[in-house]
């Protein structure tokens, strides 16, 4: 579980974005790549995201 605190000053290291939570992911809501949460922290590495194709 990642703290809501975290996730509102969280953003995408790609593009800048704002992030949210879904399932387990820290998701971009812009470009849509999708950060892995381990051990309930978030790895915003952009060679660790799967991208999602939704690249703007």
Do not use: Q
């Not at 992030?19 to 952009?46: A, H, Q, S, T």
Request: hydrophobic share 35%; charged share 35%.
């Amino acid at each position: 579980m990642v703290d809501k605190k975290l996730l509102e000053i969280l953003a995408c290291p790609a593009c800048k974005s704002d992030v949210e939570l879904k399932k387990n992911k820290i998701v971009c809501v812009k470009c849509g790549r999708r950060y892995p949460v381990r051990r309930g922290i978030p790895v915003m590495i952009i060679d660790e995201a799967e991208n999602s194709g939704n690249r703007k």
